[in-house]
């Protein structure tokens, strides 16, 4: 739920820990890492808005933002957001 939401963030943070590219290795090492420190700043308030909404997603569908599938097109995987697709 946390890393879903804060993607971009966690990201940016482990680019600046590992100063490597977004996917290198040395960038996935740190990743975790990244991650983690941005958790624990987070507030009580903050945690439990989380976790709310994790429950919230669990018992229900995600929101169409986020829901994706995979498609099989010019004999390779890729992401398609089903919102685009009207579902």
Do not use: C
Not at 74 to 80: I, P, V
């Amino acid at each position: 739920m946390f890393t879903v939401m804060n993607s971009t963030r966690i990201d940016e943070l482990a680019i600046k820990i590992s100063q490597a590219k977004s996917g290198s290795i040395p960038y996935l090492a740190v990743y975790h890492k990244a991650r983690k420190q941005l958790e624990k700043k987070l507030t009580e308030k903050e945690r439990q808005m989380y976790r709310a909404t994790a429950k919230k997603w669990t018992e229900g569908k995600l929101p169409r933002k986020m829901q994706q599938q995979y498609v099989y097109q010019d004999s390779r995987l890729e992401s398609t957001n089903l919102s685009k697709l009207g579902f």
